[in-house]
């Protein structure tokens, strides 16, 4: 069985070979390590690795492992669906959120944000695989959200997150996250961060732009829901 540590190096790796693949700087992508059903001690394991960035998808699951890990100098960010009533507990105890899909989302963690905390850091979710998805906005309502989500205090509007479908097709995988980046320049706001690419299509999301990849599987091994 190989560890987080012999994954963590296979990544660094894959993400190196991309960047070079399309002529990027590998230091322009960061490695989102995601956490979710994974208990406290692996995030540790990944943190003794070099990992310093963790997203979670359930705020309870989150909050507990933050109390096990607060000697730790990590980053969090919220990474799924966000209801009205966990927008404190997110502003109070998040770096970042990629999961934004409402301005009603974005005016409380604005609102609830804690005064002596730096700006969060806030990606709008896009759709940019049809109706199937119920998460992410839509490209027609995204410059009208974006606009407004900018004007907020305590919110630093940083990019666009995106889940396309998973396919294995490598054409189908980059047209999609070509889409949301068009999307991202067509909106005009100077934003410098694409939340886009998972364990299995990293390659195409580094050659259509990303800046953070989110990884879980490739990281930590597949999750276990039944024991969840
Ligand atoms: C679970 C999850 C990931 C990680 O997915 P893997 O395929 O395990 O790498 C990334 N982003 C979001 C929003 C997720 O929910």
Redesign the pocket.
């Known amino acids: 069985m190989s560890t987080i540590a012999d994954n963590l190096s296979t990544l660094a790796g894959r993400i190196h070979s991309a960047a070079a693949a399309s002529g990027r700087d590998p230091a322009s992508i960061h490695l989102l390590a995601?956490s979710?059903t994974k208990p406290a001690t692996a995030v540790r394991e990944a943190f003794a690795a070099g990992v310093r960035d963790v997203?979670e998808?359930y705020l309870q699951e989150a909050l507990d492992k933050q109390a096990q890990l607060s000697d730790l100098p990590l980053t969090w960010h919220f990474?799924?669906p966000i209801q009205s009533n966990k927008t404190r507990a997110i502003a109070e105890h998040f770096d970042w959120v990629?999961?934004v899909d409402r301005l009603k989302i974005a005016q409380r963690l604005s609102e609830q944000r804690p005064d002596h905390l730096p700006p969060l850091n806030l990606c709008l979710q896009v759709n940019v695989s049809g109706e199937d998805s119920k998460s992410g906005c839509t490209a027609e309502e995204l410059p009208a959200l974006a606009q407004a989500i900018s004007a907020l205090p305590k919110l630093r509007l940083r990019g666009l997150?995106a889940?396309p479908e998973p396919t294995d097709d490598r054409a189908a995988q980059d047209a999609a996250f070509a889409r949301v980046r068009e999307l991202q320049d067509n909106l005009g706001l100077g934003l410098d961060t694409l939340s886009m690419g998972?364990?299995?299509d990293l390659e195409s999301a580094i050659a259509q732009g990303a800046t953070w990849v989110?990884?879980?599987?490739?990281?930590f091994g597949a999750?276990d829901y039944g024991q969840a």
């Not at 989110?214 to 990281?219: P, S």
């Open positions: 995601v979710k997203g998808n990474i799924g990629h999961s997150m889940i998972m364990s299995h989110r990884i879980g599987t490739a990281l999750r």
